[in-house]
């Protein structure tokens, strides 16, 4: 698109700082959500894909392990906890969370992605436990495990700080943080769907407190239900500024909304494919240093996650091979794909594939395999 045109539907100022590399401000990160030219909008955020990562596409031989779905909180948006004592409620042992990673490894793999619910009862010794013997077993995969939402209940639990905490689970094998529990930083929007759960404000002093013990972390933003367009904004303006701060995320993955099976279906329909679409592009656009935009392809579906190569994300996630908790929400998709299925889905966007580790080291990339 040429630059009269991008001026002829109001969005020339924030071409114009797309591609001098200027920083966009608030009003333009709603401007961009609430514009009817998405075409537009994906066209920016593919310039600014492209202008980091070309036409690399990022993904991870991974597998989940969510050891329980016990959760003291009772978010309105959850399908997948369950409180204590709930005849569906589940919590694997150390053991059995070992066996799992065994079987579902069957070939390489490089990260295994663990997380659960907060379980009332729980001491830091099972959580130190679980990571000391997943590290003997599989010393060679990188541990990204429990959000920061975890780590605070662990923390409180146990009585101890966060950084404590978090410096226990470094010390038995902890690699890094997968970034969920963020939903929206929104008072309003927290208070309405998940008032029991780590506030915003909280969930970022968790994020920094990893940061500055040398742990790299996700982070993220549930989209799709009550948000509103500034509400997006702020959350990804603060993520921008932790980031500016301490420079330790790696990478950005918006998580849609899935109402099946929630307090919340019936009363709100979960976004559509051109809001995922949207909410990827704004981020890549907004987000300008965090390295990585993920689409993660469970949430949206295979379809979307392959043009939203296009629209800004550079990064599909993984394997994965077992997901429990957006599937709980009545997710389609299926529960883990091939690396050549991956592959396939990056090919078919017109980018290159490249495997990468959970600190986005190579693995291997196409081009020089």
């Not at 309105?76 to 369950?82: E, I, K, N």
């Not at 509103?228 to 500024?241: M, Y």
């Amino acid at each position: 698109m040429n630059v009269a045109r991008y001026h002829e539907i109001g969005l020339g100022e924030v071409a114009a700082k797309v591609a001098g590399g200027a920083r966009l401000s608030a009003s333009d990160g709603e401007l961009l959500l609430t514009t009817p030219h998405l075409a537009a909008v994906g066209a920016l955020a593919n310039q600014v894909r492209e202008r980091k990562h070309g036409d690399r596409t990022y993904f991870i031989v991974n597998r989940h392990i969510n050891y329980t779905n016990i959760c003291v909180n009772r978010c309105r948006f959850c399908a997948f906890s369950r409180p204590a004592g709930h005849p569906e409620g589940y919590l694997l042992s150390v053991d059995e969370c070992v066996e799992m990673a065994a079987g579902f490894r069957g070939g390489r793999v490089s990260e295994f992605h663990i997380v659960g619910g907060c379980h009332p009862d729980l001491r830091l010794d099972y959580y130190t436990d679980l990571l000391a013997a997943l590290r003997a077993r599989f010393p060679d995969v990188h541990l990204q495990a429990f959000t920061a939402v975890e780590v605070a209940h662990m923390a409180r639990v146990e009585g101890i700080s966060v950084e404590e905490c978090l410096t226990r689970l470094r010390d038995a094998g902890l690699g890094s943080l997968p970034g969920g529990g963020a939903e929206v930083f929104s008072p309003r929007v927290r208070a309405e769907l998940c008032p029991q759960k780590l506030p915003g404000d909280d969930w970022l002093e968790v994020a920094r407190t990893a940061h500055r013990l040398g742990i790299r972390t996700n982070c993220t933003m549930l989209y799709g239900h009550i948000e509103t367009p500034a509400e997006v904004v702020d959350h990804l303006l603060r993520l921008r500024e932790l980031q500016d701060e301490t420079g330790g995320f790696l990478a950005f993955i918006p998580l849609a909304f899935h109402p099946e099976n929630t307090s919340l279906e019936g009363e709100l329909p979960g976004p559509t494919a051109w809001d995922n679409l949207r909410m990827i592009a704004v981020s890549r656009l907004l987000l300008d240093n965090i390295p990585h935009i993920k689409v993660f392809w469970i949430m949206v579906g295979l379809k979307v996650a392959e043009v939203a190569l296009s629209f800004g994300a550079d990064d599909v996630d993984g394997t994965v091979v077992e997901e429990k908790i957006t599937h709980s929400a009545g997710a389609r998709t299926p529960e883990g794909l091939t690396i050549p299925q991956i592959e396939e889905l990056i090919a078919r966007a017109g980018r290159t594939p490249v495997e990468r580790d959970t600190l986005y080291r190579v693995v291997r990339a196409e081009e020089s395999a």
